[in-house]
């Protein structure tokens, strides 16, 4: 079963993109989902998390509060670092993994592998072909913002902390460009799909 591997920033139109693919006949591995299910309580990543941050980081049922640590991490680089280092490993894993099931299972047209930080990760080594959603800045600020109930810089922040979108190019095989509406993504990926899964 072929592989496609869906990125683009952050609020660029993934999870959107990817409910569609999932119409279609697809199976979606989320790699957000994949980083929640790996920091839950009393895991290794959990356990390193806590020791570097302290406890502070933690809700009162003793699980991460992410958006506490999604503050801390996006406003300091060296601390986002950290992050990375102890889950992308342990998350780059569970994907394999779950594409290996999934593989297994071969109950689907296509798995597609939705994750923000695809290039970043080298998790495009272990796909057949690169989705890249795009949409342009004014937009994508304005979708954080609104989304995530965060202020301008906090947005820009964010965008910041990943990588530029031109950069990413390099490695895509299609580009949706979602700035406009949803019927305009629609049709997009449905001419990619088509293509894809005859
Ligand atoms: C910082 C955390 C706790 C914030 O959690 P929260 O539930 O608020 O956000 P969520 O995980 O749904 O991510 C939302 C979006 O933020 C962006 N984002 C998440 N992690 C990162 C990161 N390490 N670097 C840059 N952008 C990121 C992505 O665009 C992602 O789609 C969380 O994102 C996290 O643990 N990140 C580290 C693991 C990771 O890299 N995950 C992304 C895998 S592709
Ligand atoms: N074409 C569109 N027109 C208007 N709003 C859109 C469009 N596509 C997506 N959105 C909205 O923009 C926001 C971001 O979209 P979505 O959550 O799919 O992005 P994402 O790339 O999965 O984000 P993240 O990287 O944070 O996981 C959502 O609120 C979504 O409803």
Redesign the pocket.
């Given at each position: 079963m072929q592989v496609i591997g869906l990125t683009?920033?952050?609020?660029?139109?993934?999870?959107?993109?990817?409910k569609l693919l999932k119409k279609m006949g697809a199976v979606v591995i989320d790699a957000?989902i994949v980083s929640r299910e790996i920091m839950v309580k009393g895991t290794e990543a959990y356990n390193r998390i806590v020791e570097y941050f302290g406890k502070e980081i933690l809700k009162e049922d003793g699980e991460i509060d992410r958006k506490k640590l999604g503050n801390i991490v996006f406003a300091d680089r060296k601390k986002l670092k950290k992050l990375n280092e102890i889950t992308h490993p342990i998350i780059i894993e569970r994907i394999k993994e779950k594409i290996e099931e999934e593989r297994k299972k071969n109950q689907q047209k296509a798995i597609v592998l939705?994750a923000?930080l695809l290039i970043e990760m080298k998790l495009y080594k272990m796909v057949d072909e690169v989705w890249l959603?795009v949409v342009d800045s004014k937009t994508q600020i304005k979708?954080?913002m609104?989304?995530?109930k965060l202020s301008y810089k906090d947005a820009i922040n964010r965008i910041k902390s990943q990588m530029p979108l031109d950069e990413k190019m390099k490695y895509a095989d299609f580009i949706i460009n979602?700035?406009?509406?949803?019927k305009?993504?629609e049709k997009q990926v449905t001419l990619f799909w088509e293509r894809f899964a005859t």
């Open positions: 683009g920033g952050i609020a660029s139109g993934k999870s959107t993109v990817s957000d939705d923000a959603v979708r954080v609104e989304r995530d979602n700035s406009k509406d949803f305009a993504m």
